[in-house]
């Protein structure tokens, strides 16, 4: 999963930024699905900054549509107050584009775009959101969506620790057969609710960063790193410290995520984010590029991201039946077409999957890209 090399500002109460990100390359987002009332809100990139239009809107729901215009070395936007991040949209080469969406309140904001030559933009939502003219039964149903995925990001949290700890307890007894059973088990948990991690500063890079995501080697850590060890380097000698620290981090994402709230249009866009994972790093082969676990990461990123949904389907349900019809069924189709890749209690080793199957599989992503992709606008009024 791409990341940016510049520092996030933690923020541990309040609400939670989970971008918005459009799955694949070849889906695109519907750029007019901001529901009435919504203001809109372009940016469009190139190296030389963020040109935002308009630059100021007024306080409540806000669709952000985000363009490459001609970037080379841009490729994200992110809405920041306060250096939080508040909603971001990356992964776009040139020609690309997509959404995000946010419920504002009143205030100064900065569009950033890393790498331009003018980094950052000044925004500025003005006046207070107008209280929500919500139908009572839409709105009950999102409040226990929110809470629901607060509980559901703690659960599964939780499970992850003590997974954790069994693969590195092999590491630190150079176990390497354990340890390696141990690996996809472990990093499943965290692939499900991966979104709200990049949001705590370099906690995501810590636990999970690749090597081509790090400048300095000698001070790579997390899961990716250890599967180095114990696939390519085929020796755990000197791990330990590594293991040491990857515990901790998941002790802090614990702690973390136990002080967080969310907004509904963060749960969708948190949802599109997981599909974007899978179609920029498990569908490539890319992120377990030692281990070939890549399947397993695929699964955790749609079930936590259908989970996601799930919650908001009760609303989405009264507001467009349709699309939530749409976005079930084809959750339903990327699922099954993972199932003849099963294997025990895990999948096959990624690498025997051809590449005219992984197609297959891109063609699944990119069905139900489009559709998620319009959710958060929907629930965000």
Known sequence: MPRSTTPR?????????IAGLVATGCAKNKTDSAPAGAAKVSVELDDNGCHVSPNSVAAGPVTFTVKNTKADKVSEAELLRNDIIMG???????????????HLNGGKYQVYCPNAKTEKTAFTVTGAAAKASQDP????????????????????????????????DAVRAGDIARAKQAFA??????????????SFGDLDPDIDARVNDVTDQSKWTGFHRLEKALWQDK??????????????DVAKLKSLVAKTSY?????????????????????????????????????A???????????????????????????????????????????GSGYVDYSTVGDDKRRVLTQKVDGLAEPLSQVAAKVNG
């Open 235 to 248: 020796s755990l000698t000197g791990t330990a410290p590594i293991a040491d620290k990857l515990d901790a």
């Open 301 to 343: 990123n749609v079930v936590g991201g259908e989970k996601a949904f799930d919650l908001l389907k009760p609303a989405l349900t009264r507001i467009d039946p349709t699309l939530a019809k749409t976005v079930t069924q084809q959750y339903a189709s990327v699922l099954t077409a993972l199932q003849p890749y099963k294997k």
């Open 9 to 17: 500002v933690l923020q541990v109460t309040g609400l939670l930024a």
């Open 185 to 198: 088990p472990a990093r499943y948990y965290y692939e499900e609710v991966e979104p709200v991690a990049e």
């Open 137 to 168: 039964k839409v709105k009950a149903d999102l409040d226990q969506a929110v809470g629901g995925y607060q509980s559901y990001v703690v659960t599964e949290v939780d499970k992850l620790v003590p997974a954790t700890k069994k693969f590195t």
């Open 263 to 299: 907004q509904p249009a963060q749960l969708a866009n948190g949802a599109t984010d997981l599909l974007n994972e899978v179609a920029s790093s498990k569908i490539t082969g890319e992120e377990d590029r030692y281990s070939h676990t890549d399947l397993s990461d695929f699964e």
């Open 88 to 102: 971001e949209k990356e992964n776009l080469s040139p020609g690309l584009s997509g959404t995000f969406s946010l």
